[in-house]
């Protein structure tokens, strides 16, 4: 593996890490503090400020009409989609049942490659996705039953929702990855996500209990980390890594998730050890590996190369 692979490897697990002590920790302050659309109104806005700034002091590229309808659409799925429905999630349902979801990214990112791409689907890959989405199935009729009932399951829905539109974002994100600087593919699709999500959020930020005399330095840290860490940091390391490595690959590590939510979510008591959930993590990792796996002879002209 080249120095420049292990950098694209190194970046999307620096990513992921991230996101796994996101998903507990927002789930602090989410609705409890401040609302969905209030949180990713302040996350997409920060983060435009931040890269139109950063980009003063880079080199200036000039992005085609075209392109900038792929970052528009880059914007809606990877940001908005993803982060408003994982915000949304966080209200209804636990950071494991999240995490685990969330690892079913590489199938949906398989999924769609076949569809758009017309990339072929071998048997293996087909057992994989149903294996998969079987672990996923499970965790979403079990919510069913739990004393939150209908609002986990919708949870649940939710996070479904959130691997898919990360999916296409990924997908849609990655030729671009290649023309353009993180800075210039990121101050553009913060931008486009941030005037969509201003008027969805604008309304609900005065009402934030974050915002009152109630909130103290423990909460300021937590929605620093949302908005500096899991936003700025995590949101510029993924095209970092798509520069150096396929979707696919990259998608791999979401697998990082639930490991990481899932220890802090038990330690801190946010969610119980119960038998679903290392079954279905068990057979969400299983459907990962066999898909990611596939030796199929029409994948082999899907190397790592840019």
């Not at 109104?41 to 983060?47: G, K």
């Not at 528009?72 to 950071?95: C, E, H, K, Y």
């Not at 700025?232 to 095209?239: H, S």
């Amino acid at each position: 593996m080249t120095k420049e692979k292990w950098g694209g490897h190194l970046a999307i697990l620096t990513t992921n890490l991230i996101f796994g002590f996101n998903t507990p920790i927002a789930k602090t302050i989410v609705p409890e503090w401040i609302s969905p659309y209030g949180l990713t109104s302040i996350r997409m806005v920060f983060a435009a400020l931040v890269f139109w700034g950063i980009s003063l002091f880079t080199a200036q590229e000039r992005v085609t009409k075209k392109d900038l309808f792929i970052l528009f659409w880059g914007g809606v799925f990877g940001l908005i989609g993803a982060q408003l429905s994982f915000a949304n999630a966080l209200r209804f349902t636990s950071p494991v049942n999240i995490s685990i979801i969330a690892a079913m990214t590489p199938i949906a990112v398989m999924l769609l490659a076949a569809l758009v791409l017309k990339e072929p689907i071998s048997w293996k890959k087909a057992i994989g996705v149903t294996i998969g989405a079987s672990g996923a199935l499970l965790i979403i009729l079990c919510s069913s039953h739990e004393q939150t009932g209908k609002g986990s399951l919708i949870g649940n829905l939710l996070c479904i929702v959130n691997v898919i539109t990360y999916a296409i974002y990924l997908v849609i994100t990655r030729p671009i990855s290649q023309r353009y600087s993180p800075v210039t593919l990121m101050k553009w699709m913060f931008l486009f996500a941030a005037i969509i999500a201003i008027p969805l959020g604008i309304r609900e930020l005065p009402e934030a209990r974050m915002f009152s005399t109630e909130a103290g330095w423990h909460i300021w840290w937590r929605l620093a980390y949302v908005v500096i860490i899991a936003t700025g940091i995590a949101y510029i390391l993924v095209p970092m890594a798509l520069k150096r490595i396929r979707p696919t690959t990259a998608s791999m590590y979401n697998n990082v998730q639930p490991i990481v939510a899932s220890a802090i979510a038990i330690f801190i008591g946010q969610d119980i050890f119960t038998w679903d959930k290392p079954l279905a993590a068990l057979m969400v990792f299983s459907g990962v590996y066999l898909v990611t796996q596939s030796k199929a002879k029409d994948d082999e002209r899907l190397t790592d190369k840019p």
